[in-house]
């Protein structure tokens, strides 16, 4: 952040952040970044994962 005040005022009302949720934005912050059709293969991978399916028998890029 730019403003050190503003982020030194909300880390004493809010406190410091979890380590899961500074992880969640990092891996938040890489999913933007990949293109419409790797976002797509990622959300398929989870969701195959999530949902004990088999890996696919071809590579997904």
Known sequence: MKNLN??????????????????SLRLLRAFLKLEPRQRFEVIKLVEDLATDETFPERPLS
């Open 6 to 23: 503003f982020a030194a005022e909300l880390h004493l009302k809010l406190g410091a952040p979890a380590s899961s949720t500074v992880e």
